[in-house]
């Protein structure tokens, strides 16, 4: 098994990580792949705020199909995909970043206080449960084999 947590969207040349990849998987071995879901509806709400663009570092946000173009070019095929970890955490870095930007200073220390007690995270609970449940989630996890034949 080779893991890529949050790696491919800080490589230069990131179809050409994945060929490597491909030719040192043995035949049966499994790449798990996780990285920000450019679909997500964090990405919608908060637009350039989106903790998932992380300017300058990473270099590329991937949309679904030309991922999985580009992991199929490079003798993968997706056998598994949801939504993974980081729900609560992006969203909050994604607000903070928004108000910030738009001077509210006041309102970003009290959103940090909010943030570290269980109210906001309650308040939350049911847009994050509906963003998973949808694939709308702010990272994506994807289980990919090689393709045979």
Known sequence: MITL?????HLYDPLAGLVEI???LRDDGLLVIELPNAESFDAALFGPYW??????????????APLEAM????????????????????????????????????LSRLMTVLSKGPALRLLLLPYIYLAYALRRGPEIRLFCQKMTG
């Open 5 to 9: 947590w949050d790696v491919l969207e």
């Open 22 to 24: 491909n030719r040192i």
């Open 51 to 64: 903790i998932g663009l992380d300017m300058p570092r990473h270099l590329y946000v991937f949309p679904p």
């Open 71 to 106: 992991l199929k070019q490079s003798g993968f095929q997706i056998v598994s995909q949801r939504c993974s970890s980081g729900g609560y955490g992006a969203f909050v870095l994604s607000l903070k970043f928004w108000i910030e930007e738009h001077a509210f200073k006041w």
